[in-house]
């Protein structure tokens, strides 16, 4: 190995050993600091060097001896009277030893992965111990959830068509699921992370991430509860139902991107407008901020294997409309799977498009007409669990909304 890399990579290393030795230090370890770091580090890059002509054997003597210093150190700390239970830097300099192994050894992307990683953890402790403290039981098994239906259930999926149309794929079905779990999961954290009391623009922002129109049943029914909540619950609503929009624009972008070129310009249009017709709403509060109703963690099993069923049903429903109705069933069927959910005609829509199936200049005008069909729905239930005052400024203002969307089907040539 020319000379010229080998100080290349231990200069490296050093630089990696100085950024977690000076957080260490930062936080006054007992243990390592901002020496200590870069000495480790540049010994592992040493060890994972001298490994090329002399073996692996040294790299791991090496971790030996660390190990070794790191208990001597610990055990003159106990005796100092300076107990400590944790093992935070222990770890991180054995971690840090690795780092220079992995730079000595022409892994220099993965070793400074490693070292931010250590760094940030490291640097916000006290965050990450007070997001652990809000962390509730049901929060628990929601994450678990969501491992078991997305590094368990989905591997053991059989990446084949099946169905008589030949577009049932039990792989991207469940992989539509962990999608839509994944972000409603991540809604909630988010949620989880601001806290009970959020502004107006953070509860529709969540509440469309995790379903506007379960956002729209909670502030309908708290508005009939508490009338002076209705300028609320409306901003809240539309907000939400603005998300959906983009909501579904990075569903697309995820599952097929080359489909934004059509779908993009006309459904973008959709959100500027509903984005337009939020803020004017959010104007009328005056900042107002009150606690946000939400649901639990939006994993369950049953409710994600409901989605996947409906998926696969709507995947069915229209190849079969497209097969013996033409493009009248197929708007027919997307009007009535947006009526309550736009993950499953806007996923099963796409994923028809990428397979050839559909041509795209349809496809977007379907995800459209459930749109569509979805704000009608929602009108309806703020008026039928909300009161007056909610009703008329729903209907107004997604009024608005439908008209834009008749004019976009009817006008817009793509």
């Not at 540049?42 to 003597?61: E, Y």
């Not at 070129?261 to 249009?269: F, I, K, S």
């Not at 498009?353 to 703020?382: E, H, M, T, Y």
Request: with cysteine.
């Amino acid at each position: 190995m020319p000379h010229l890399t080998v100080i290349e990579d231990l200069l490296i290393a050093l630089a990696l050993g100085l950024l977690v030795g000076l957080q260490r230090e930062w936080s006054k370890s007992r243990i390592a600091g901002i020496r200590t770091f870069p000495l480790i580090t540049l010994f592992g890059a040493l060890t994972s060097t001298l490994a090329q002509t002399t073996g692996g054997w040294i790299v791991g003597a090496g971790l030996l001896a660390v190990t070794a210093m790191l208990v001597v150190a610990d055990i003159a700390k106990m005796r100092s009277g300076a107990a400590d239970p944790g093992l935070t830097t222990e770890i991180a300099a054995l971690a840090m030893y690795g780092v220079g192994a992995a730079v000595a050894a022409d892994m220099v992307v993965p070793a400074i992965v490693i070292t931010g990683s250590v760094a940030v953890l490291l640097q916000f402790k006290q965050q990450l111990h007070a997001f652990v403290a809000r962390i509730e039981e049901a929060d628990l098994r929601a994450a678990a959830r969501l491992a078991l239906i997305g590094l368990v259930i989905l591997p053991a999926m059989p990446d084949v068509a099946y169905g008589p149309y030949g577009v049932l794929n039990p792989f991207q079905v469940w992989l539509m699921v962990v999608l839509i779990v994944g972000i409603s999961l991540g809604a909630y954290v988010s949620y989880r992370l601001l806290g009970a009391e959020a502004g107006a623009w953070a509860a529709g922002l969540l509440g469309g991430l995790i379903s506007s129109t379960a956002t729209t049943a909670t502030h309908a029914q708290s508005s009939r509860q508490e009338p002076t909540r209705s300028p609320l619950a409306l901003a809240i609503v539309v907000t939400a139902s603005a998300v959906v929009f983009a909501r579904v624009l990075v569903e697309v972008a995820v599952v097929a991107p080359a489909v934004l070129t059509h779908a993009g310009p006309p459904l973008g249009a959709m959100l500027a407008l509903m984005i337009g017709l939020a803020w004017l709403c959010q104007r009328r509060l005056s900042g107002a901020a009150e606690a946000v109703a939400t649901a639990g963690p939006p994993t369950g099993l049953r409710s994600a294997i409901a989605f996947g069923a409906l998926y696969a049903v709507v995947l069915l429903a229209v190849a079969f409309a497209k097969a013996h109705f033409g493009n009248q069933g197929l708007y027919v069927v997307a009007a009535l799977s947006g009526l309550t959910d736009m993950d499953a005609i806007t996923l099963s829509t796409v994923q028809l498009i990428q397979a050839g199936s559909l041509k795209a200049s349809v496809g977007w005008r379907l995800i459209l007409v459930g749109a569509l069909a979805n704000l009608c729905f929602k009108a309806g239930l703020a008026a039928a669990v909300g009161t007056a005052s909610l009703a008329r400024g729903v209907a107004a203002y997604f009024g608005v909304a439908v008209a834009a969307g008749a004019l976009i089907l009817a006008f817009w040539t793509s």
